[in-house]
């Protein structure tokens, strides 16, 4: 479970959990994550501009979004400059994400100062078990009035041996909103892509290497910014972990891990 950070039941975990299966997110309907949270009980999303979305939790969103801690894998996509989170820029589709755990509470005791009002947890599928497997998903359509909407993913994994690994690439172009109204917005764009590489040492020993890379376009227009302009933002994120395992009783495992 997200909330104590260790294997545990969502009915006894020490906080409000959600966790959204493979099976919730097929049958949401729902194209991108903060239309998925959108339908979360507890969690709000605001979309201020195509593409820019102000996720919270319990009301608490003001005009930031720094009060809750997003991890994809372990790995925190929170900015280190003033802990926001740029939905728009998480290189994941709906159909590569294995679960979804939502965490509504204080737990800034396990993940820091940024989750005060709660944790959302992301799970991609593993690896494939066979040599090799990929997949793939092509989304088309249009609005009312014609202006097209397009997404793409794919997805190429395996294990051989000891060694698994997974790369995985998002495409999205979204002109539902541009130039509305007679203004001139936009369109959403974006692209991008994760990869994860694990090795298993012994049985209780793994190292593992996550990346995520992805860049988007989309308007600088929200409640802070009257006019409409292109805004283009590019997000890196790479983290190596070494989990060990059955260590003596007053340890159920250790991790050491490092985000660049």
């Known amino acids: 479970s997200a909330a104590p950070r260790t294997e545990e039941s969502a009915l006894t975990a020490p906080a409000t959990v959600t966790v959204l299966a493979q099976e919730d997110i097929q049958n949401s309907g729902s194209t991108t994550l903060p239309d ?109 009035t014609g202006k097209p909407l397009g997404n793409a993913a794919v997805s190429i994994s395996g294990t051989r041996g000891k060694l698994s690994g997974r790369v995985s690439a998002v495409g999205r172009y979204d002109s539902t909103f541009a130039s509305t109204s007679g203004a001139d917005q936009p369109s959403w764009a974006r692209g991008g892509g994760t990869a994860h590489l694990q090795y298993d040492v012994t049985k209780d020993v793994t190292l593992s290497l996550d990346a995520m890379a992805g860049f988007d376009r989309r308007s600088s227009l929200d409640h802070l910014v009257l006019e409409s302009l292109p805004q283009d933002t590019t997000t890196a994120l790479v983290q190596s972990r070494l989990v060990v395992r059955d260590l003596p009783s007053v340890l159920d495992s250790l991790e050491i891990w490092e985000r660049i």
């Open 36 to 144: 998925l949270l959108r339908q979360v009980p507890g969690v709000q999303v605001l979309e201020l501009a195509p593409g820019d979305y102000l996720v919270s939790l319990r009301g608490t969103g003001g005009v930031t979004g720094n009060n809750i801690v997003v991890l994809l894998d372990g790995m925190p996509l929170n900015s280190r400059v003033d802990g926001n989170v740029d939905w728009a820029a998480i290189a994941v589709d709906l159909t590569q994400i294995d679960r979804i755990e939502i965490v509504r509470g204080p737990v800034s005791t396990i993940y820091g100062p940024d989750a005060y009002t709660g944790v959302i947890s992301i799970t991609t599928k593993a690896p494939s078990a066979d040599h090799f497997a990929a997949s793939g998903t092509v989304g088309a359509g249009v609005d009312v």
